[in-house]
């Protein structure tokens, strides 16, 4: 299930709590429920819980989309996410196919062994934080701590802290 580390992008070595899954969210994944929810908060606070978006933000695949459930049901529309971050993950330089899975990371901010760049979990976290961090906006952060707002079962495994996933023998 869904769980907390602690890592770093590029060479700031400023380290923060970040969020993993164990297992692989998407097509052909697990999708354990605790990881699909994980997966649909991090796209709710990159899409729709900050400020009005800026042309270099990620967008929303669809824009008359104002939300996302986060039920833990891998959906079509968590399925649309997953492929529409994706698509700007790859128009950006920053991954080189649109999969439609969630893979874990190994290590926070390294590039896979297979295709040589970030884990596309890793780059939602890192745009989360960054997008919250210039907004000063907390829902990144705050997110094990947000009774109410997430389901009891996320907040829950994300107060597990582990350095990897199951799914790598952690």
Known sequence: MAFSTFGSHGG????????????????????????????????SILYYHATPRTSYDFQPPD??????DVDGFMGPITRAHIQGFQAQLV???MAKAVDLRMDPFRKY???SSI???LYAVDQLNEACYQRCLRESSSAYWML????????PELISAL?????????YGG
Not at 159 to 167: E, G, I, M, N, V
């Open 12 to 43: 700031s070595g400023v380290g923060h709590q970040v969020y993993n899954i164990d297992w692989t969210v998407g097509a052909g994944g697990t999708n354990l429920r605790e990881d699909v929810m994980l997966v649909q908060a991090l796209f």
């Open 63 to 68: 824009p008359t989309y104002d939300s996302i």
């Open 91 to 93: 128009k950006r330089g």
């Open 109 to 111: 901010g390294q590039p």
């Open 115 to 117: 295709q040589k760049v």
């Open 144 to 151: 094990p701590y947000t009774y109410g707002e997430w389901p």
């Open 159 to 167: 107060k597990a802290t582990r350095d990897k996933p199951r799914q």
